[in-house]
């Protein structure tokens, strides 16, 4: 090993941000002695598909980042269901909840976010949860057997993800959400508005600047919500999607920089101590903390990169946002609800029948775009956003797949075969040709070669558009770099 490398890492967080280094040091580094302490029992599992799991379409032993026997297998020494309470930055070590200390050359903070839970009276009565955990889904889904109306607050990504479930499962379900329009952070207000719509049909009623004033019980049980209005909504099932903060309260006590998360440079290190770094929801990066999983996965690969001798660094992340939904097709990138005059903004609306669609361009830029309701563009969008591409001339293509009388040079299909496909996972078009040509047809052949697709779901169309135009070539020959 290099000396220069950390002889003991030991990683806090076993979410999707540090078993995913977990995995990525040791696909570099078969020496390295890793401790991952994890505070769920569970092992690591995929948090972007709980909603699947609420709506019961996925199981939850089908959402596992890891095998079980996984760690056993790679030599990493897993503590799952410890939690940390201390950093000793002097001596070196972590103290988990049993009283063991556990002594790091270096130490990585992913402690990730806890809900928020507004402090208003009742929302501690039986039937209400907050919807974070794999625990939390399974507590919902239990108190949803029988029940007949839920209230979820908060009209943001996970509350309709929520929402939506509860609904496929038969309850009358309402959505009360405090701002003007529902997905205010990745939405404007006419596209929050066919997103209402939409949802409506789909039997989930929504109610816009809404405040909530607490919870009824009655023998504890809970039995409704009351508004500011005096409106009470009668419930059986409270979810709370409220929003999440970061969980610093070990960084700050250990007396490292926290503002919103806790603050690194661009190799991920605290400003404070070159030896501790922090990735994922719990990392704030040049004023940013981010919510989603494709930047906490590219934080992990660029994090296992550097601290096994090499020279990356993180120069921030373009988030793509996609509600995943039964009946619910959205994605939404970049800055989407701007007064600038500079920008140029095309926009198709058709609220009848739930579609909306909007990409905002500056400097023949992609830096903005909503689709919802018909999404076939997506991958080709992503891809312009992702890689900063000039913009075709023929805007048509970039709302309507098929309609440009030319196929804009950087559709799906055209793009090289280095460029990535899934940020997520680090899967280059390159790697999804080889699976093709290696037997590959569908989408689930490739994410299970490549696990592409199986982190935020942004690639889908993408993945989907690379397989469908390969299918009509006669492939002759491997894969070169570059090639289209």
């Not at 329009?181 to 207000?189: F, P, S, T, V």
Request: charged share 25%; glycine share 12%; aromatic share 4%.
């Amino acid at each position: 090993m290099n000396e220069k490398w950390p002889k003991s890492l030991v990683v806090v967080g076993n979410g999707m941000a540090g078993s995913r280094l977990v995995s990525e040091l040791r696909a570099r580094d078969r020496e390295m002695r890793i401790t991952v302490f994890g505070a769920e029992a569970a092992q690591p599992y995929n948090r972007v598909l709980l909603s699947n799991v609420l709506a019961g379409i996925t199981a939850p032993g089908d959402i596992g980042l890891t095998d079980p026997g996984w760690y056993a297998a790679n030599d990493v020494d897993a503590r799952l269901g410890a939690e940390v309470v201390a950093i000793d930055r002097e001596h070196r070590t972590v103290t988990s909840a049993d009283g063991r200390a556990t002594p790091y050359d270096t130490l990585v903070l992913a402690t990730g976010s806890a809900p928020v839970v507004p402090p208003l009276p009742g929302l501690d009565a039986e039937g209400v949860v907050a919807f974070r955990t794999l625990d939390d889904c399974r507590s919902i889904m239990d108190l949803a057997d029988g029940a007949e109306s839920a209230v979820v607050v908060g009209g943001g990504l996970l509350g309709l993800e929520a929402a939506r479930g509860l609904a496929g499962r038969g309850l009358r379900v309402t959505v009360i959400h405090l701002a003007g329009h529902l997905m205010e952070r990745q939405l404007d207000a006419e596209a929050g508005g066919v997103l209402q719509r939409t949802i409506g049909d789909l039997g989930v009623r929504t109610l816009v600047g809404a405040r909530l004033t607490g919870a009824r019980a009655e023998n504890g049980r809970v039995t409704g919500v009351e508004l500011d209005d005096g409106t009470v909504l009668p419930a059986d099932l409270v979810v709370l999607a409220c929003g999440i903060r970061p969980q610093t309260g070990l960084a700050r006590a250990a007396g490292l920089t926290v503002d919103r998360g806790v603050v690194v440079d661009d190799r991920l290190r605290s400003v404070d101590d070159p030896d501790v770094h922090a990735i994922g929801e719990c990392a704030q990066h040049q004023g940013t903390v981010y919510g989603l999983v494709a930047p906490a996965w590219e934080q992990a690969r660029i994090l296992a990169d550097l601290l096994t001798g090499g020279d990356s660094r993180y120069e921030g992340s373009r988030q793509v946002t996609r509600l995943k939904a039964a009946g619910i097709e959205l994605a939404a990138m970049g800055e989407t609800a701007l007064g600038d005059d500079e920008a140029e903004v095309v926009r198709f609306a058709d609220p009848t029948r739930g579609t909306y669609k909007k990409v905002v361009i500056r400097d023949d830029r992609l830096i903005g775009a909503i689709l919802i309701g018909e999404t076939t563009t997506a991958g080709l969008l992503t891809q312009l956003y992702d890689r900063a591409a000039p913009v075709p001339s023929d805007r048509l293509g970039l709302l309507f797949h098929g309609l440009s009388p030319a196929t804009p040079a950087e559709t799906p299909v055209r793009i090289p075969d280095a460029a990535t496909v899934c940020a997520c996972n680090n899967v280059s078009k390159g790697r999804i040709r080889a699976c093709w040509e290696a037997g590959a047809r569908d989408v689930a052949d490739v994410a299970a070669e490549t696990r592409a697709t199986t982190g935020c779901g942004g690639c889908r169309d993408t993945v989907e558009g690379i397989l469908e135009w390969l299918g009509t070539q006669e492939v002759t020959s491997p894969p070169r770099s570059g090639r289209t």
